[in-house]
């Protein structure tokens, strides 16, 4: 997962189209107290033992304590996201303007908040598209949420109008699948994969820069925060999220929310 979240956007640059918001800030990285570095120790520490020289010469003990707290920060921000999501259930309530594949009426649905550039989300893109294909019962959603751009780039909130884009013309999948493949995405990438899937590109610019595309990305950004989202890709079945985004994880979901 690329954790990672939006933070107020600097005043764009002239040179900047009109509809970009700007880059996001990411979340601190985790640390380790010495507090903490102490205790992971101290089952291993006898009599007047130097602590330092301990994990110098034992390394692997730091490894397993911030391995621990990992998992336990991980752990909080699922449950927190849950909480946010249960208080508040018109938060994943369906919005007719997200790409959804699969029966409105399905017993079963999964919302994938993910970034076009965001490793962990390519990774898993060819997995989940196949889940997708082998649950054609269950309803699909994705929410184009773009947060990696800095500074002058803005490939991701490109790369998220030009699939938005591709959806108003019934290409979205095809254009989803071509966007996770490609590794070395940029604004002429995302144009030339458009185009050879049979996108209308006057149709497309015009929906690229439209007022109605911003604010359907920024209502996105805006349930991600009120979510707690931390980053990319975060799945959700039946409004609850997933603790990892293994696709096979994803799969047992679907199937517990089954029976």
């Known amino acids: 997962m690329t954790d990672d979240a ?20 990411g979340y601190l990285a985790l640390g380790l107290s010495v507090i903490a570095l102490g205790f992971s120790a101290a089952p291993y520490l006898t009599g007047g033992s130097n602590v330092r020289a301990y994990l110098l ?9 911030q391995m621990a707290l990992q998992t336990k920060d991980a752990e909080a921000a699922v449950e927190e996201t849950n909480q946010a999501a249960a208080a508040n259930a018109g938060l994943l309530a369906p919005d007719a303007r997200d790409p959804a594949f699969g029966p409105a009426n399905a017993k079963v649905t999964v919302i994938e908040f993910f970034d076009f550039r965001c ?6 893109a060819h997995e989940y598209r196949a889940l997708m294909a082998a649950h054609p019962e269950v309803r699909f959603v ?4 773009p947060i990696l751009d800095r500074g002058d780039d803005i490939t991701s909130q490109y790369a998220a109008r030009a699939a938005l884009a591709a959806h108003q013309q019934g290409k979205y999948l095809e254009v989803y699948d071509a966007l996770m493949t490609e590794r070395a995405l940029s604004i002429e990438a995302i144009d030339a994969i458009l ?18 595309t911003t604010r359907h ?6 349930t991600a925060a009120a979510l707690r989202l931390r980053g990319t ?19 047992k979901l679907i199937e517990a929310a089954k029976r």
């Open 119 to 124: 490793p962990g989300c390519k990774a898993v």
């Open 6 to 25: 939006p933070t107020p956007a600097p005043e764009p640059k002239t040179a900047k189209p009109g509809w970009l918001s700007g880059g996001r800030a």
């Open 57 to 65: 010469e034992h390394p692997e003990v730091l490894q397993e304590a």
């Open 217 to 222: 990305i920024a209502d996105i950004h805006t």
């Open 142 to 145: 994705f929410k184009d949420w």
């Open 233 to 251: 890709p975060t799945f959700f079945v039946n409004g609850k999220a997933s603790p990892g985004i293994d696709p096979a994880e994803i799969g």
């Open 195 to 212: 185009a050879a899937h049979g996108v209308d590109m006057d149709r497309a610019k015009a929906a690229i820069a439209a007022p109605d």
